[in-house]
T-cell receptor
Framework: DQQVKQNSPSLSVQEGRISILNCDYTNSMFDYFLWYKKYPAEGPTFLISISSIKDKNEDGRFTVFLNKSAKHLSLHIVPSQPGDSAVYFCAASEGGAQKLVFGQGTRLTINP | NAGVMQNPRHLVRRRGQEARLRCSPMKGHSHVYWYRQLPEEGLKFMVYLQKENIIDESGMPKERFSAEFPKEGPSILRIQQVVRGDSAAYFC????????????????FGNGTRLTVT
């Protein structure tokens, strides 16, 4: 039962363009969503989050959008840089709880 | 100001042996979480502990797996009689004791232990 899904296993974007990573969820009780970035042989690093009371949160080049009615969120990175090449995980939790449910990840490659 | 420390980084065990994975939380953190990442999959929650207490072990396999977080020392994830399917990356995360009061405080992860069962 995959409650958080990232349907694109990989994405390739040219440097300087916008990267858009998508995530869908099924559990309507989720109220907090996060994006993590992961380099090979390292642990996931927190990137940005959004509460269900908001529909957008921005931090520098990163913006997360939440569409509760569609149970969909997306991460926008603009402009994309080579250092953004990594695997991105979407995660969700319920009631601010400690148990995060992760998607399968999307491998982003930024081409120079 | 060390982050979450996990060791060993790599662990190779033969089938039937025991694996012990250690996690030292960030300074001031008293809550520890273990997650497992199988190849080509996302991270899956295993267990949530605070000092000397298991809070939530709903993600732990029923057999062969156990976790502890003693009053002194690191948290230990123990896998007895390992099988090939246990090969994965095991990540630990920690949070301060008041995380539940500050909803949305993100978890900070260690660099993981990659377990290979031969």
């Amino acid at each position: 039962d995959q409650q958080v899904k990232q349907n694109s296993p990989s994405l390739s974007v040219q440097e300087g363009r916008i990267s858009i990573l998508n995530c869908d969820y099924t559990n309507s009780m989720f109220d907090y969503f996060l994006w993590y970035k992961k380099y090979p042989a390292e642990g996931p690093t927190f990137l940005i989050s959004i509460s269900s009371i908001k529909d957008k949160n921005e931090d520098g080049r990163f913006t997360v959008f939440l569409n509760k009615s569609a149970k969909h969120l997306s991460l926008h990175i603009v402009p994309s840089q080579p250092g953004d090449s990594a695997v991105y995980f979407c995660a969700a939790s319920e009631g601010g709880a400690q148990k995060l449910v992760f998607g399968q990840g999307t491998r982003l490659t930024i081409n120079p | 100001n060390a982050g979450v420390m996990q060791n060993p980084r790599h662990l190779v065990r033969r089938r039937g042996q025991e694996a012990r994975l250690r996690c030292s939380p960030m300074k001031g953190h008293s809550h520890v979480y273990w997650y497992r990442q199988l190849p080509e999959e996302g991270l899956k929650f295993m267990v949530y502990l605070q000092k000397e207490n298991i809070i939530d072990e709903s993600g732990m396999p029923k057999e062969r797996f156990s976790a502890e977080f003693p009053k002194e020392g690191p948290s230990i994830l123990r896998i007895q009689q390992v099988v090939r399917g246990d090969s994965a990356a095991y990540f630990c995360a920690s949070s301060p004791p008041d995380r539940m009061a500050i909803a949305g405080t993100p978890l900070h992860f260690g660099n993981g232990t990659r377990l290979t069962v031969t």
